[in-house]
C-alpha cells in the first residue's frame, strides 16, 4: 500500500510537470509567433531620426536610445506608403538594419533640388516639392545630395526611396546607405533603393523612455494628391 502511494505521488508530480512544461512550451511558441508574424520590439540607433526618434532628455541620442515597437501585421494587407517610418535591410547587407521614412514609392522619380526634395509621378508629371513638416528647423531645406551619391533617382517597381529625418546625419538612400564621403554609390545606383521583400515592418509605437511613450503617427502629403 505504502509503495502504490508513493508511485501515485511521483505520477501527480510527473503530470504537474509535463503540464507546466507544455504551457512554457505553448507560452514561448506564441511569443515566437507573435514577434516573427506580427509585432515585435526594436532598439533605435543612431541620430539619424532625430528630432523625431532618438531623442532622450531632450536630446539627440548617438548609439542605442528609444525603443519602439514594430507592426508588421500591418503591411500584409496594405503596401507601404510615402511617410511611413520603416525597418528594413539594405540590399547588401543579410545583418544590419536600418530605420528610414519612405519618400519615392515604386515608379517614381525622387529629385533633390536645392536642399528640398521633388517627385514626380503620374499624378504630377511635372514634379511636385515635398512639403515635410516633421522635419525640425536644422533640417528643413537642407536635404543635400553627395558627390558620389545621386541627385535624380527612378525608383524601380516594387522597391523605395528612403531618407532619415535628420537629413545632415543619416546615411540613407542618397549614398546608398555607404558612407557618402567615400565608397556611396560607386557599388550602382540600385542600392540606393529598398526591395519590398526587405522590409520587416513599420515602426508603430515607442515604449521606452516611458516619458516617450506615443503612437508614430504617419504624415499626409496633400501637395501630391
Not at 530605420?99 to 526634395?117: A, D, F, H, M, Q
Not at 536635404?143 to 531618407?163: A, D, H, M, N, R
Not at 546608398?176 to 521583400?197: K, L, M, S, W
Amino acid at each position: 500500500m505504502q509503495k502504490m502511494n508513493i508511485l501515485k505521488k511521483y505520477k501527480k508530480q510527473l503530470l504537474w510537470l509535463l503540464d507546466l512544461t507544455l504551457n512554457v512550451v505553448i507560452v514561448f511558441g506564441i511569443v515566437l509567433l507573435v514577434e516573427r508574424f506580427l509585432v515585435t520590439p526594436f532598439d533605435i540607433y543612431g541620430p539619424s531620426m532625430c528630432d523625431n526618434l532618438n531623442i532622450i532628455n531632450e536630446e539627440c541620442t548617438q548609439g542605442y536610445g528609444e525603443k519602439i515597437i514594430i507592426n508588421k501585421a500591418g503591411y500584409y494587407i496594405d503596401e507601404p506608403d510615402r511617410g511611413d517610418i520603416i525597418i528594413f535591410k539594405p540590399r547588401f547587407s543579410d545583418e544590419k538594419y536600418f530605420i528610414k521614412r519612405i519618400i519615392g514609392l515604386p515608379g517614381e522619380t525622387v529629385e533633390i533640388i536645392n536642399g528640398y526634395v521633388y517627385v514626380t509621378n503620374d499624378t504630377n508629371p511635372t514634379g511636385t516639392k515635398l512639403e515635410e513638416p516633421y522635419l525640425s528647423e536644422t533640417n528643413s531645406g537642407k536635404t543635400k545630395s553627395f558627390p558620389k551619391g545621386g541627385k535624380i533617382f527612378q525608383v524601380p517597381e516594387g522597391e523605395y526611396f528612403v531618407l532619415g529625418d535628420n537629413r545632415n546625419a543619416s546615411t540613407d538612400s542618397r549614398s546608398c546607405f555607404h558612407n557618402p564621403y567615400n565608397q556611396a554609390c560607386t557599388d550602382g545606383i540600385e542600392d540606393a533603393f529598398v526591395p519590398r521583400n526587405m522590409i520587416a515592418g513599420r515602426a508603430w509605437f515607442s515604449f521606452w523612455p516611458i516619458a516617450n511613450w506615443r503612437t508614430l503617427e504617419v504624415p499626409e502629403y496633400p501637395e501630391l494628391d
